[in-house]
Each structure stands twice: as C-alpha cells, then as structure tokens.
C-alpha cells in the first residue's frame, strides 16, 4: 500500500530561525514528489516537484531534497517568517496505466512566532 | 495565473437534501479532481475527469457523483447528504497527468446537520 508519512505533525519556531520538515514515502513505482503549502482555510499551493533524477529544488527560501534510494524527502525552510505559519504537505506520485497517482501526506502544522 | 474558483467558501446543509459543489477553472486544463480533506487523513480523491462527459472513481467514491459537462466546470454532487460527509472539499486542475502541477481551489467547508 502505497504511504507518505510527515514528521513532525507540528511545529513551533521563533521568526527568523530556520526549520526543515521531513517526508518519508513507501510508493511504487515512483514518478515525481511535490511539496505544498496550505494556509489556514486555503487549497494547497506548489511550493516545488521533483522527479526521480532531481535531489535539490529551491523556491526562494524553500529547498526541498529527495533521496530516492531511501525514500525520504525534506523540506528546508531558511530565515522563517511569520507568514510561513501554513501545513506543509508532502505528496508523491506513482506512475500508473492512466497517468499519476497522487499519495498524500498529512502535513506539518508550522507555527512561527515572535 | 492559473484560477480555480469554487462557489462556496462554507455551506451548510441538513441530512438528505442533495448538494451541489462547483468548480471552475480558467485555463483550459484537461483534467479535474474533487478531493476532501479531514483532519488526521490528509487529502482523499473522490472523483477525477481527464475529458469532458469522462469521470474516473478515486480512492472514496461513495455517496457522490460528478458531472463534467464543459471543460473548465466540474461538479461534485451528494446525492442524499449524511453527517459523514462534513468535510473540507476541495477542487484542483492540471494541465497533465504526470509531472504537471495541480492548481487548487480555495475549497469549500461543508457542514452536514
């Protein structure tokens, strides 16, 4: 059975220290991980996808890394903000006959404060 | 930009009554999903659609029903609304099925009573 699992399911950081989230996944055959973003009463929002042959993306202060042999992927956040208080949903698809099919992880609960 | 839009924000309604969720979106994407999200279990996929008047089952197709009878319109419907069926639901679209991003709605927090 195919299974994405988030640690920590939540976390408290002071503003302007950085933090990073880790996604470990169980999902055959592999095509791609994606890293969303979910404020408070909002849908999701990609943050950065990669495919199997990709270990580092960044998107500004995010930088996410995949270890496909181990099947663990994380998320770096640098220079927290108040603003990046969200869920941060790990999500990985597996390659099927009618396309991709999308695991998703329950998210980290981040809170950054002052 | 990409926008999916949904026609509610919060809805409420009573046990039986049948509810109709839409989901729009401007972009010309071929394919359309309805998911639902609750607290602990992360997002579900209740219903997909690669093309017009074409739906496939997700993982928890149970007591709904979609329609797609435009491109850019997919709509989830609760034939006879239960309790179980309070949820956050939330509607995406994708350009493709393979690395292509998932555009989300803003989502739609339903409260059956």
């Known amino acids: 059975k195919n299974q994405v699992e988030q640690s920590p399911q939540s976390l408290i950081i002071l503003e302007g220290k950085n933090c990073t989230l880790q996604c470990n996944y169980t999902v055959s055959p592999f095509s791609n991980l994606r890293w969303y973003k979910q404020d408070t009463g909002r849908g999701p929002v990609s943050l950065t996808i990669?495919?199997?042959?990709?270990n580092t993306k960044s998107n500004g202060r995010y930088t996410a890394t995949l270890d496909a042999d181990t099947k663990q992927s994380s998320l770096h956040i640098t220079a927290s903000q108040l603003s990046d208080s969200a869920s941060y949903i790990c999500v990985v698809s597996a390659l099927t006959g009618g396309g991709n099919k999308l695991t998703f992880g329950t998210g980290t609960q981040l809170k950054v404060e002052l | 930009d990409v926008k999916v839009t949904q026609s509610s924000r919060y809805l409420v309604k009573r046990t039986g009554e049948k509810v109709f969720l839409e989901c729009v979106q401007d972009m010309d994407h071929e394919n359309m999903f309805w998911y639902r999200q609750d607290p602990g279990l992360g997002l579900r996929l209740i219903y997909f659609s690669y093309d017009v008047k074409m739906k496939e089952k997700g993982d928890i197709p149970e007591g709904y029903s979609v329609s797609r009878e435009k491109k850019e319109r997919f709509s989830l419907i609760l034939e006879s609304a239960s309790t179980n069926q309070t949820s956050m639901y939330l509607c995406a679209s994708s350009l493709g099925t393979r690395t292509y991003e998932q555009y989300f709605g803003p989502g739609t927090r339903l409260t059956v009573t």
């Open positions: 990669m495919t199997f042959s990709e």
